[in-house]
């Protein structure tokens, strides 16, 4: 199938995507029915991408400044980094989602879930920043996350500059070990801080290997996860989720838990989703996060 740019695509794993230059830069990404930003950006998955008032979202991935956009149905993008790759792999744009919706049929509240968060994808995060990032997001709400996340990167990160934008990069293990619990407290993380702080030394050090991380199977990826300070299941979950690519991960916060109890079906098993559990994970939240926030 030829789209409207000139791309060939295909439906499976072997997708194609060429270059489609718009104007300034901009290049067309996706379809906005391939990728939702604001379910994909607001369904707790990432915290450095912020829109503003004309829904033009801004953000940081792996040193990368970009501006994303939907516009005539289509996603836009622009970069430092112009490689179309990297950002197809990034929002997950070469894995066919219909073959995951088909697995998701046999539980009402789940299958009416992924009609309501569809657009949404599973974004493919560095590995070291969403072990922060989810250390971060303990016991916190997300408007707090990501302010603490921005204060670490704009007090420890490079700063740089993207046509006349000023960017933060995320800091290194190395630079987060050396900072020590004292500069740390900087970016207000509370007791937080000290949870950073071994992720940083277990990384600097070897024990903990995130790029091996992403080669070892789930369980043993999360046995090594586990061993850090200030580690439990759900942060170990989406870390495997979010920033090692483990899809058959499902964490467990207070709205999963409450949805599991409260809409999906008594015999209702995540594990029975396979590979598809994460993102079907991110429909549930999604989707009862967002009727929470219509009711009150």
């Keep these: 199938m030829v789209n409207l740019c000139g791309e060939i695509v295909y439906n499976k794993m072997n997708t194609v995507r060429g270059d489609c230059i718009l104007t300034n830069n ?4 996706c379809s906005a029915y391939e990728l939702d930003l604001t379910k994909t950006f607001e369904c707790g998955q990432c915290f450095r991408w912020d829109a503003d008032d004309k829904g033009i979202y801004s953000g940081v991935v792996a040193g990368h400044f970009a501006k994303i956009k939907e516009e005539d149905n289509n996603i836009f993008i622009k970069s430092t980094n112009e490689d179309h790759d990297f950002w197809n792999n990034y929002f997950d744009l070469y894995s066919d989602y219909e073959i995951a919706h088909k697995r998701m049929q ?43 996340i921005k204060n670490l990167c704009e007090f420890f990160g490079e700063k ?49 290997n995130i790029e091996l991380l992403s080669k070892l199977s ?36 207070v709205w999963i838990k409450k949805a599991l109890k ?8 995540p594990q029975s989703l396979g590979e598809y559990a994460g993102l079907a994970q991110q429909y549930i939240f999604f989707r009862i996060r967002e009727e929470n926030r219509l009711k009150s």
């Design 26 to 29: 901009w290049r067309k990404l």
């Design 106 to 148: 046999q539980d009402e509240y789940l299958r009416e879930s992924v009609d309501f968060g569809r657009g949404i994808r599973i974004l493919r995060q560095e590995g070291w920043e969403t072990l922060c990032s989810f250390i971060i997001s303990q016991c916190n709400n997300i408007p707090r996350i990501k302010k603490i």
């Design 160 to 208: 740089k500059q993207f046509e006349e934008e000023v960017y933060y990069t995320f800091p290194s293990a190395e630079t987060v070990l050396e900072l020590g619990l004292k500069e740390l407290d900087k970016i207000k993380a509370g007791y937080r801080a000290a949870y950073l702080m071994s992720a940083a030394a277990a990384v600097n050090s070897g024990s903990l």
């Design 218 to 253: 789930y369980l043993d990826a999360k046995k090594e996860l586990l061993k850090i300070s200030g580690v439990g299941e759900k942060v170990a979950n989406c870390v495997l989720l979010f920033g090692l690519n483990k899809t058959e991960a499902f964490p467990e916060d």
């Design 262 to 269: 409260e809409k999906l079906s008594p015999d209702f098993n």
